[in-house]
């Protein structure tokens, strides 16, 4: 089992420029989150989906969208990036459980985007 | 307000000793679940150990432990024997609501933690 893979691993963008970036789970999980994590802080849930073909906003879902066509990937959008965005993008993905441990979310590796 | 305060930016502790990391949240909900993830250097996210709402006895995973104070709203972290290999970022998070509200994480600040040999 791969687990969460995420591509790229890492990106440059200039402002204006967009870009998807794609999750990929194969332990058949139904839910699966973006989320973004800035320098010195926590991470904070951008968009996440309950199942193929749902989306929901997060925390900070401005600038962003995201599409969930099929149950193991989940994509991630920036239409027009801008140098606030500039972050480490974690996907997660989780079980659809009724709240106990395998609630737990699995992680990615991360994608370092920088937008100059 | 905060939902997950983590109030110790940063920490050094000994190899071989314990260390406790500290974690208060904020909820209205009944039901919830507390989980803690590592984060060494290299970035990725590791779970550690889960405590749900209605556990009545506290999480243990190995090394790890999970002092639940439900009353005081807190869910410490204890590493016991810290090893160098123990040197990371640690995150709390909670989960509110579960099922087709999508198991939402809301994470805590993170906690530095470095072990000296």
């Known amino acids: 089992n791969a687990g969460v893979t995420q591509t790229p691993k890492f990106r440059v963008l200039k402002t204006g420029q967009s870009m998807t970036l794609l999750c990929a789970q194969d332990?058949?999980?139904?839910?699966m989150y973006w989320y973004r994590q800035d320098p010195g802080m926590g991470l904070r849930l951008i968009h996440y989906?309950?199942?193929?073909?749902?989306?929901a906003k997060g925390e900070v879902p401005d600038g962003y969208n995201v599409s969930r066509l099929k149950k193991q990937n989940f994509l991630l959008g920036l239409e027009s990036a801008a140098p606030s965005q500039t972050s480490v993008y974690f996907c997660?993905?989780?079980?659809?459980?009724?709240?106990?441990?395998?609630?737990?979310?699995?992680f990615g590796p991360g994608t370092r985007l920088t937008v100059l | 307000a905060q939902k997950i305060t983590q109030t110790q930016p940063g920490m050094f502790v000994q190899e071989k000793e314990a260390v406790t990391l500290d974690c208060t949240y904020d909820?209205?909900?009944?039901?919830?679940?507390l989980f803690w993830y590592k984060q060494p250097s290299s970035g990725e996210m590791i779970f550690l150990i889960y405590?749900?709402?209605?556990?009545?006895q506290n999480a243990t995973e190995g090394r790890y432990s999970l002092n639940f104070q439900k009353a005081r709203k807190s869910a410490n972290l204890v590493i016991s024997a810290s090893q160098l290999g123990d040197s990371a970022m640690y995150f709390c998070?909670?989960?509110?609501?579960?099922?087709?509200?999508?198991?939402?994480?809301?994470f805590g600040g993170g906690t530095r933690v470095l072990v000296k040999p």
């Open positions: 989906s309950v199942g193929e073909g749902t989306t």
């Open positions: 332990m058949n999980h139904e839910y």
């Open positions: 405590q749900g709402s209605y556990d009545e």
């Open positions: 998070a909670m989960r509110e609501g579960y099922g087709a509200a999508g198991n939402k994480l809301t």
């Open positions: 909820t209205s909900d009944q039901s919830y679940g």
């Open positions: 997660a993905s989780s079980y659809r459980a009724a709240g106990g441990p395998l609630d737990t979310q699995y």
